[in-house]
């Protein structure tokens, strides 16, 4: 993911795990094919990232979506606070690395650059990690990658890049087997194979699906391959996922799969007009950059990237789906917690100004009230305060503990 959610609201946090996303277009039992058909995970690369696709347009997400970054400004300083503070962990080396993971057009960087001290901020060597093509008007002092650097010392920050990791998706069919869903460019949908291999290991362990015809699950382990690997490229520093995510005692039964356009939510549909995007299982990630990893992917008509699909798998926002270099070093464990925990961390608070400052200084006092009011909704209960942060040290104590 880029990060991006809706401009007029937010993107669902996922509080009713039960409800469905607008219905894909389903025909199961129509008349024969009349059109090839992939899973979603070459589906979604093709259509999001392909040439012409819906985040390589000239508008940028923040044409369709609003996320915390776009929220306020609020966020960017809270970063900042953060990267100070991974910094000091660090023994204020001669250069820190900031990189902003899934970077849209900057917007994140640009933010966390602005609020750095003086000091902190000319030793900051800040990349912005993304696809689509640099913004004429950013920064010059940002570097542009569509991959992020291999030896990172400071903090990777990917606000919304998981969730837009193309996944597959599995449903039940009648008897009770998980079988990969295929879908057209049009949004119809076909069962294909079972899941196999590593796959079906990753639904066991992570998304278990009862033998009830229907249940559906994204499969996540190219999440969790993009996670790790993007973690291996930290060599001591701090690296933070936050996304809108689920966790293994509440998966929703029939999945997260769904559309954006235009700031509203749709059926997705894989032909370049909207954005597809899943709710991540964060606790999966978390366990990810120390787990065992398997390579062996069947090679089927669910994997064959239609055609202008990108395929360079180091690539950012899907890439990164390979097992880590560095699988032998040590890690300490992740943590997983809420925004409205993590901000609050970080010293972001919602309390109101005293009354009494609008008598003594009542322009103060205005600022200090909408200040209030863009924190409250950083951390709001239902919204952006419900996100998850994943947060992985790696040579540093945790520097929100």
């Known amino acids: 993911m880029t990060d991006e959610t809706a401009p007029e609201a937010e993107r669902p946090a996922g509080d009713e795990p039960g409800a469905r996303a607008p219905d894909a277009p389903r025909d199961r039992h129509g008349p024969p094919e009349v059109t090839q058909r992939h899973g979603w995970r070459a589906a979604t690369e093709a259509a999001l990232y392909g040439p012409g696709g819906f985040y390589r347009r000239p508008e940028g997400p923040a044409g369709h979506f609003r996320t915390s970054v776009h929220a306020s400004p609020l966020f960017a300083q809270a970063v900042a606070r953060l990267l100070c503070r991974v910094d000091e962990a660090l023994g204020q080396p001669p ?17 966390v650059l602005a ?5 902190v901020s000319a030793r900051t060597r800040a990349y912005a990690v993304e696809l689509a093509g640099r913004p004429a008007a950013l920064n010059g002092r940002i570097t542009w990658l569509d991959t992020p650097p291999a030896a990172v010392t400071g903090l990777l920050f990917a ?5 837009n990791v193309p996944v597959d998706v599995a449903e039940v069919d009648p008897s009770g087997v998980p079988r990969l869903v295929l879908v057209g460019d049009d949004g119809t949908e076909r069962l294909g194979a079972p899941v196999t291999g590593a796959e079906a290991d990753w639904l066991d362990r992570w998304w278990p699906l009862p033998a009830e015809e229907g249940l559906r699950a994204e499969i996540g382990l190219p999440r969790d391959l993009a996670w790790a690997s993007a973690v291996d490229r930290v060599v001591r520093g701090l690296a933070v996922a936050v996304d809108y995510a689920h966790a293994l005692d509440a998966r929703p039964p029939f999945g997260t799969l769904t559309g954006f356009r235009e700031g509203r939510e749709t059926a997705p549909v894989p032909d370049g007009s909207c954005d597809i995007t899943a709710h991540v299982a964060l606790d999966a990630c978390a366990a990810a950059p120390t787990a065992p990893t398997r390579s062996d992917e069947p090679d089927d008509e669910a994997r064959t990237p239609p055609p202008g699909a990108a395929r360079n798998q180091l690539r950012t926002p899907s890439g990164t789906a390979q097992a880590p270099s560095n699988a032998a070093r040590t890690l ?4 997983l917690l809420t925004q409205r925990a993590a901000l609050r961390a970080l010293d972001l608070t919602s309390a109101r100004p005293p009354l009494a400052l609008a008598s003594t200084d009542p ?3 205005v600022r200090a009230l909408a200040s209030a ?3 409250a ?4 209960p239902g919204g952006l305060g419900d996100f998850g942060w994943l947060i992985q040290p790696v040579g540093i104590a ?4």
């Open 95 to 111: 250069e820190l690395d900031f990189i902003d993971m899934g970077a849209g057009r900057g917007e994140l960087v640009t933010g």
């Open 115 to 119: 609020a750095l001290p003086s000091e």
């Open 159 to 163: 606000n919304e890049w998981l969730d």
């Open 332 to 335: 300490p464990a992740a943590r």
């Open 363 to 365: 322009a103060a006092y």
């Open 373 to 375: 009011g863009e924190a």
């Open 377 to 380: 909704e950083l951390t709001a």
């Open 398 to 401: 945790d520097p929100l503990a």
